[in-house]
């Protein structure tokens, strides 16, 4: 018999044509135009960026858009040492949470500007914006989050958005 | 893994709502273990192996241990190359990487001298050519490289004597 194979190649593959749903699909509208669009739960007030359409808490339909500041704080961040598919950044970098000012969830995108030995919880960061004819309705027309300079912000001001 | 969806193919339908191909990939390599890989080694060779249990039982495809008792099986025995359709499901419409572009059924088959059924592909042509109890024989695939693409298909067939 001949030799047995010792590794079988078995991909899984799933192809989906994605719906943003109305209130996603309005914050990504929104980022063509330089804007970062949330929105409002009617109970509790918190304030949801990207928008999920539901809050998860209160279990009722968002309806308030809300727009937030392109500023904000890294939150919490992941040192990216193996390339991934999409990306030819030099490694490694930092993928980071940034809880915008005036949102009340974190979102994950890139930061850039900074050594990674020096990337914090607490940095004060700014969204980069690719250029007004270049953006697309992704969270890709934000290029990456830079440091503003400012102090980083204390532990308590975000500690309930982790 | 891998996520890929192709913003720049972004399309506003009803109520501008957005959408977009999302595709997810794992690209799994998978270890093939002792058995399995003795398993694949035979397919390459038209050979189909299942695993004996202490009880008697054939399994084919072969796991490494018993599914009643979780005793680890070791011993291999060949099965036929022919077998009975126990249950399967046709599929009017393949997709891209279906095992076949035209019409067929994904079906059970139970081979024989074997207790379990393997999933593949049964190559009937129309919907009406399938039945559970049905006999099938493997169609091999011309180039064989030790996987279980090493069976192209099955195909209907009369009792085995
Ligand atoms: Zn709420």
Redesign the interface.
Known sequence: ??????????????????????G???S??ALMEGRIVGQRCPVCAKVYVPSRGACPSCGVVLSEDVVVSETGTLVSFCVVNIP???RSLPLPYVHGSVLLDGADIPFSHLLQGLPVEEVRMGLRVRAEWVPGPER???L?SIRCFRPTGEPDAPFHAYMEHL | M?A??Q??Q?A??G??????????????????G?L???F???L??KRLLGARTRGGDVLVPPPEYAPGTGEPLVELVEVAATGVVTTWAWVSQPRD?DPLSHPFAWALVRLDGANSSMLHVVDAGLPERMSTGMHVRVRWSETR????RDIACFEPCEEAP
């Open positions: 018999m001949s030799e047995k194979p010792r590794v079988s190649l078995a991909p899984v593959r799933l192809e989906y044509r994605a719906s943003a749903g109305r996603l699909s309005r990504l509208a991934l598919a999409d697309k309705p992704s890709e | 891998s890929s969806g913003q720049s972004a506003v339908s109520a501008g709502v957005l959408t977009a191909p999302y595709t997810l990939e794992y690209t799994y390599r998978r270890s093939t002792p399995i890989g003795r694949l080694a035979g390459q060779e990487r490289e030790g996987s279980i």
